[in-house]
């Protein structure tokens, strides 16, 4: 079963920047659109951030804008999630999601991000 593959993840201080990167297993299923969830310690998922695969149209959790940005590189079948202006609230496991143009949900394992004061 395809699963997606994050990479990116680790320790940053207050104020700086981490990417986060996003690939079906794979390599080639076809995405319709992919994004970034997270989740803190006692807390819901929270959606992040998500891009349609074919328009590049990006939709951003209100506490982020302005700050990540999310990016796809066709060709490679990634989507990427630079992070900028990390803040301690950032702190939590992010997990990339998808949907295929078969309608199928694909999720990858996670990957820590700690942000320090």
């Known amino acids: 079963q395809v699963q997606l593959v994050e990479s990116g993840g680790g320790l940053v201080q207050a104020g700086g920047s981490l990417r986060l990167s996003c690939v079906p297993s794979?390599?080639?299923?076809?995405?319709?659109?992919m994004g970034w969830f997270r989740q803190a310690p006692g807390t819901d998922r929270e959606f992040v951030a998500s891009?349609?695969?074919?328009?590049?149209?990006?939709y951003y959790l209100d506490s982020v804008k302005g700050r990540f940005t999310i990016s796809r590189d066709n060709a490679k079948n990634t989507a990427y999630l630079q992070m900028n202006s990390l803040k301690v609230d950032d702190t939590a496991v992010y997990y990339c999601?998808?949907?295929?143009?078969?309608?199928?949900?694909?999720w990858g394992q996670g990957t820590q991000v700690t942000v320090s004061s």
């Open positions: 794979d390599g080639s299923t076809d995405i319709y659109d």
């Open positions: 999601g998808a949907t295929t143009r078969r309608g199928e949900k694909l």
């Open positions: 891009i349609t695969w074919t328009s590049g149209n990006a």
